[in-house]
């Protein structure tokens, strides 16, 4: 029997009703005809995985009118193109900055953003922006990170999740995580399992800045040393503990795991 011809959806997102029903809403709006439903719910990272297949022959479109059709609706926010060239680099960040604003927006993603944001913008923003980009740095500079790190033979790649800062991807890192590749991983290989090391790390790293689990000192963000000089290398972890010695709640300093997500705490004294 041969297999009808179908078009395959997948998605995932954080976790939350409705998800199936907006969904499914969207491919019955376009008299489209589910022919297999596959859904998962993870408990661990709080996010939601969907696969579907749809009859081809059912839609009304092929599957780049699906995909532009699908992509707005998927995000439930409105989608924006804003062009930058050489001439309207300023209109067009002013105009990136004015949409941050009237949809009252929580931080910038710069995932594969692959300009350099005017050093004013992000000084307005620090603290709010997130980047992401390979572990291959400062090594492998420039095009075809991936293509280098082969040739030297790498054993091991990875992604860093970080603030933005106007020194180029030197910003408090977040979050961060390895994969061990060998010599029979293609450059393919790498590539793709790059981008999935890429995507967990970006997804963490959100996570932890939302629930307001990454403190960053006020004198990082007015780039000023603080007066009692926590390390500016790491954005803080904050531990809540109770210390007999000190009358209420003192501070364990965390920088490096990530075991600890609680409620965070911090005396006003610390900070300038």
């Keep these: 029997m041969n297999k009808k011809h179908t078009y395959t959806l997948t998605a995932s997102c954080p976790d939350r009703s409705g998800i199936v029903a907006a969904v ?30 749809i009859l081809a022959e059912s839609l009304p479109f092929d599957v780049d009118s699906l995909r532009k059709k699908f992509t707005p609706m998927w995000h439930e926010i409105p989608y924006h193109h804003i062009p930058v ?63 280098q790190a082969f040739e030297r033979g790498v054993k091991l790649i990875g992604a860093t999740c970080h603030y933005v800062t106007a020194e180029l991807d030197a910003g408090p890192i977040i979050e961060q995580d390895v994969i061990r590749v060998d010599h029979g991983d293609t450059v393919d290989d790498m590539v793709k399992l790059g981008r999935d090391v890429e995507k967990a790390v970006l997804a963490r790293g959100l996570h932890y800045h939302l629930e307001e689990r990454v403190l960053i000192p006020s004198c990082w963000q007015k780039s000023k040393r603080p007066r009692a000089s926590p390390s500016l290398e790491q954005p803080i972890w904050w531990r809540t503990a109770w210390s007999p010695e000190a009358s209420g709640m003192s501070l364990a300093r965390d920088t490096r795991t990530f075991s600890v997500k609680r409620s965070t705490f911090a005396p006003a004294d610390w900070f300038p």
Excluded: K
């Design 24 to 53: 499914s809403g969207f491919i019955a709006s376009h008299n489209g005809w589910i022919t297999e439903a596959s859904n998962h719910s993870d408990d661990v990272s709080g996010w939601y995985f969907m696969r579907q297949e």
């Design 85 to 147: 060239a050489a001439g309207n680099a300023e209109e067009a960040f002013g105009e990136m900055e004015r949409l941050f604003l009237s949809h009252r927006a929580d931080l910038f993603v710069l995932a594969r953003y692959m300009r350099i944001l005017p050093s004013d913008l992000v000084t307005r923003y620090a603290g709010r922006m997130i980047n992401i980009h390979h572990s291959f740095l400062p090594s492998f500079i420039g095009a075809r990170p991936y293509h």
